[in-house]
């Protein structure tokens, strides 16, 4: 991601827009105590934070030939990296390659769950759930790369699928869903230099919040497109007995009442 001196020194500063001035903006120092909190409590229970000696899956690589999950997967479970997306939301169904235009995803270009379209730069990934995790005001540039790798790692690493909060068999779960991760073991080491670079800066964890009701909404989505195609019908039904009814040729004629003796 390329920004101008401009913009870089804009991010140095707090930020006066609409989320500096929101009381539900804080800095990351006040909203969270270290990198284990940050991690654990800004994505619910998806990640759980463990010592930098046991196995724990990257955010980030460079070698994009080998990317490093795969071996942990191997480590936690023993068993060969994954070759089905098992989150679902804007995902594949099974990881394949991608093209040049990869973008800021780069790293799983040979072997990714997202679509190059999907994360091909900072604007489109913060606008596919609805919302920013800029909302309290311009980020340091150190700062959103962290957010940049999160969102990354969450489309396009297969292994994430071994972590989802619900499996195929909990279908009759009322929270069920296909998106959503569960204690996925990330090193400490990585959360405290998270934290570190977004100590200063401005969040507001209702981001988070907004993110989860939207995906609720879409799963909603289905249902209430059922009831309004049905509403649909039943007004061009009602269109069509008014016409005839107007047009003297009813659809439904009432019978003569016999005479009474």
């Known amino acids: 991601m390329k920004i101008g001196n401009y913009a870089i020194a804009v991010a140095a500063l707090p930020s006066l827009s609409w989320g500096a001035r929101h009381p539900t903006c804080q800095t990351f120092s006040d909203l969270y105590a270290d990198g284990t909190e940050l991690c654990e409590k800004m994505f619910s229970d998806a990640f759980v934070v463990v010592p930098d000696d046991q196995p724990a899956y990257h955010m980030w690589f460079f070698d ?14 023993g068993t060969e990296p994954v070759e089905e997306c098992n989150v679902q939301y804007f995902h594949k169904e099974v990881p394949s390659p991608e093209g040049d235009d990869m973008g800021e995803c780069h ?22 759930y609805g919302s920013s995790w800029d909302r309290c005001g311009t ?65 507001s964890e209702e981001r988070f919040s907004t993110i989860k009701e939207k995906k609720e909404v ?44």
């Open 107 to 128: 790293p799983w270009k040979q072997r990714s769950c997202c679509h190059s379209e999907t994360v091909g730069s900072v604007e489109e990934m913060k606008a596919l």
């Open 218 to 261: 879409d799963k909603l989505g289905v249902s209430l497109g059922v009831i309004g195609a049905f509403a649909f019908l039943l007004c061009l039904f009602s269109s069509f007995l008014v016409h005839r009814e107007r047009s003297g040729k009813p659809v439904f004629v009432a019978e003569k009442a016999n005479p009474v003796a």
């Open 139 to 203: 980020m340091s540039e150190a700062c959103e790369r962290f957010f940049v790798f999160e969102l990354c790692f969450y489309e396009c690493e297969p292994s994430v699928g071994l972590f989802r909060r619900f499996n195929d068999s909990q279908t009759d779960h009322p929270d069920f869903n296909t998106w959503q991760l569960y204690q996925m073991p990330m090193k400490k080491s990585y959360c405290d230099a998270w934290f570190d670079a977004c100590k200063n800066d401005f969040f």
């Open 64 to 77: 994009t030939d080998n990317n490093p999950n795969d071996q942990v997967t191997r480590d936690i479970f």
